[in-house]
């Protein structure tokens, strides 16, 4: 059965985003520091569709790969939809992509196997559709946080990766604000050490 | 040379303590939340001086045991000292624990080891005091949170472990709120996995 997950990296003060977001200014400007342990991968590049960047290809790249081959549909806001679909490379998902607005849009169908729909009835319907898409693999919670913090309150997350970068940012957009506290009961379930990063996987089991 | 350091238990969205601390209720009620790991110890309840408690003895204990061992002086925050004032054990800290204040307060010289001193002029004033206590060993910023930021942003922070349990607050006070992004460059040290937190500790090095 598909498991429902997020996997985000965010700062020891708890910020998976910036301040002042936009397309031209993609999570605020902070991906530098939360992400260059990906950055430093052969995998993240390959994901991405671009050439060159990081040559390493060990235990970071492992976990990059594996979280790209389990998820088979993403559901996503429309304000992380919008800072990257001017910039993202053809066919990134290579799944379906459930944007949830409130505006009517025609799904945007790309070369390969991503195809972006747009949802306006709510989240359950975001997910019926994507578990659907999904076909017995998992559905990732892409971002951005006030996405995440929508699965997280509603019940409906399964497991999730954080990603702790060694870094403070001071400011910008947590990625866990105004969580529910009596949903879930919470193991910690796998712990992968870095040097740039702490990659933590949580289990949620509903209260 | 004394290192100074702080080393605190938060949740997972951040919180070091909860809402409306006081003396009747310490931490906001979250201690049970946030330490359970050390609940099961018998290294913790040695080191409050209480009979009973856990019984456990292993790496979690260690740490407790390393911990308390290593600091020769704490500092403290007003509001956290009356908060513990009235419940703790005598001679709890074995060591000089200088308390942040506006007020005159003479030293309160416990049986044992323990004196608690009232400085009302700075962080700095407190630091140089503590440093003498020390006498070679470690200073520990105990908290609280507000307490800790102050010595963060003011760049005098050597190395910190944070324990993170597996729980959401939802709300509360958060340890990392307003920290200063560029005061220092962070690696992680080391990590120690546990069934009830994750230990990280972090070594600063001032820009």
């Known amino acids: 059965m598909s498991k429902i997950f ?6 020891l003060d708890g910020f998976f985003a910036g301040e002042n977001r936009s397309s031209d200014n993609p999570m605020g ?3 530098g520091k939360l992400h260059q342990w990906m950055f430093k991968q052969k995998a993240f590049w390959k994901h991405i569709k671009v050439e060159g960047g990081g040559e390493e290809n060990d235990a970071d790249g492992k976990l990059i790969d594996e979280t790209f081959a389990r998820t088979g549909s993403y559901i996503m806001g429309k304000r992380m ?3 990257g679909e001017v910039s ?3 066919d990134l998902y290579e799944a379906d ?3 949830l607005t409130h505006e009517k849009r025609d799904p945007w169908v790309q070369k390969g196997s991503t195809t972006f729909y747009f949802i306006n009835d709510g989240i359950e319907s975001a997910l019926e559709k994507a578990t659907q898409s999904a076909q017995g693999k998992d559905i990732r919670i892409q971002g951005g946080a006030n996405t995440i913090q929508q699965f997280l309150n509603a019940g409906l997350v399964d ?3 954080i990603h702790i970068s060694p870094v403070f940012l001071g400011s910008g957009i947590r990625l866990f604000d105004n969580i529910d506290k009596d949903k879930y009961d919470i193991k910690i379930d796998q712990i992968f050490e870095s040097e740039l990063t702490t990659h933590i996987k949580y289990k949620l089991m509903k209260k």
Do not use: K, Q
């Open 6 to 11: 997020f996997d985000s990296a965010i700062s």
């Open 81 to 83: 939809f919008e800072e």
């Open 88 to 90: 993202w490379a053809e």
């Open 97 to 99: 992509v459930y944007v």
């Open 29 to 31: 400007g902070v991906s």
């Open 159 to 161: 497991e999730f990766f």
